[in-house]
């Protein structure tokens, strides 16, 4: 039996969504609730599966991911940081000490850099922290050949950060005087 060009398409994507998220270290990441954010994820039968909101976890809030919701998983290539592949994802939360919450936690576990409690870390996970899965589900929105003209370049959060002073006068000659040979 011979697959249909639709069918072939959608395992090339498929395979594209996979080699992709599993060699990246971030995924970029945006529900209904606002902009894309940045988040460390894994791989794990057939899903992005991450971790976050609690106190010491990767912020997940704002974002409007719920479970049964929807989102838009966009991967960089790992060699030139430029975006790849974006797709379509359901999210499933995944509910604690289930089994498949304890299969994608073994991964996220071994890919959690400097944890404060790296032995006990599963324990505050389920205590304070959500654990997400989405798995692509649709048609690729972004992908080689077919990406948009639009930049997607943010506008900068707001922030009360703000600079004590104003420039001296003086910084950019003290910056760009050429020296003088001895």
């Given at each position: 039996m011979?697959?249909?060009?639709?069918?072939?398409?959608?395992?090339?994507d498929?395979?594209?969504?996979?080699e992709t998220?599993?060699k990246?270290?971030?995924?970029?990441v945006?529900?209904?609730?606002?902009?894309?954010?940045?988040l460390?994820?894994?791989?794990?039968?057939?899903?992005?599966?991450?971790?976050?909101?609690?106190?010491l976890?990767?912020?997940?809030?704002?974002?409007?991911?719920?479970?049964?919701?929807?989102?838009?998983?966009?991967?960089?290539?790992?060699?030139?940081?430029?975006?790849?592949?974006?797709?379509?994802?359901?999210?499933?939360?995944l509910?604690?000490?289930?089994e498949?919450?304890?299969?994608?936690?073994?991964?996220?576990?071994?890919?959690?850099?400097?944890?404060?409690?790296?032995?006990?870390?599963t324990?505050?996970?389920?205590?304070?922290?959500?654990?997400l899965?989405?798995?692509?589900?649709?048609?690729?929105?972004?992908?080689?050949?077919?990406?948009?003209d639009?930049?997607h370049?943010?506008?900068?959060?707001?922030?009360p950060?703000?600079?004590?002073n104003?420039?001296?006068?003086?910084?950019?000659?003290?910056?760009?005087?050429?020296?003088?040979k001895p």
């Amino acid at each position: 039996m011979t697959e249909s060009p639709q069918q072939h398409h959608s395992t090339l994507d498929r395979a594209l969504i996979e080699e992709t998220a599993k060699k990246s270290g971030l995924v970029w990441v945006r529900g209904p609730g606002g902009p894309a954010r940045a988040l460390w994820h894994v791989w794990h039968e057939g899903a992005v599966c991450l971790v976050g909101d609690g106190s010491l976890e990767q912020p997940l809030e704002g974002l409007g991911l719920t479970d049964g919701g929807g989102a838009t998983v966009t991967v960089r290539g790992k060699d030139k940081g430029a975006r790849l592949v974006a797709w379509p994802a359901r999210v499933s939360e995944l509910p604690p000490h289930g089994e498949e919450w304890e299969a994608a936690v073994a991964e996220l576990k071994g890919k959690r850099l400097n944890a404060p409690d790296a032995d006990t870390v599963t324990d505050r996970w389920a205590r304070e922290s959500r654990v997400l899965r989405l798995e692509p589900e649709g048609a690729l929105l972004e992908r080689p050949g077919a990406m948009p003209d639009a930049s997607h370049a943010a506008a900068p959060l707001h922030t009360p950060a703000t600079t004590r002073n104003p420039q001296p006068a003086g910084l950019p000659r003290l910056l760009f005087r050429r020296r003088r040979k001895p």
